[in-house]
Nanobody, 123 residues
Framework: QVQLVESGGGLVQPGGSLRLSCAAS????????MGWFRQAPGKEREFVAA????????YYTDSVKGRFTISRDNAKNTVYLQMNNLKPEDTAVYYC????????????????WGQGTQVTVSS
């Protein structure tokens, strides 16, 4: 069982930055592929980024490549999402998720989810 708690969301102007954190419970965090998803009002939940558990491979959706960076600190049981040059279309609730399988961009592949943190990009 893994419990996930996101933090770091907020209101930021276009072009600004935020760093999201996701703290995980449990002693096997290092064995989980971790992902970030987001859901805007009226839209489906979409994949943002993921980081593998074995070789720390990273994966991004095209719209955030070059702007967002996912990383993990297994000693702290935490995964991060550094978001730079934010755009209004990045506005959404951001969710952290965990799974034991290799990389996947499908929400249905993930077994554990956090409660979400709101990110609003607006002037």
């Amino acid at each position: 069982q893994v419990q996930l708690v996101e933090s770091g969301g907020g209101l930021v102007q276009p072009g600004g930055s935020l760093r999201l954190s996701c703290a995980a419970s449990g002693r096997t965090f290092s064995l989980y592929t971790m992902g970030w998803f987001r859901q805007a009002p009226g839209k489906e939940r979409e994949f943002v980024a993921a980081i593998g558990w074995r070789l720390y491979g990273t994966y991004y959706t095209d719209s955030v490549k070059g702007r967002f960076t996912i990383s993990r600190d297994n000693a702290k049981n935490t995964v991060y999402l550094q978001m730079n040059n934010l755009k209004p279309e990045d506005t959404a609730v951001y969710y952290c998720a965990a799974q034991r399988q290799p990389y996947s961009d499908s929400p249905t592949s993930y077994d554990y989810w956090g409660q979400g943190t709101q990110v609003t990009v607006s002037s």
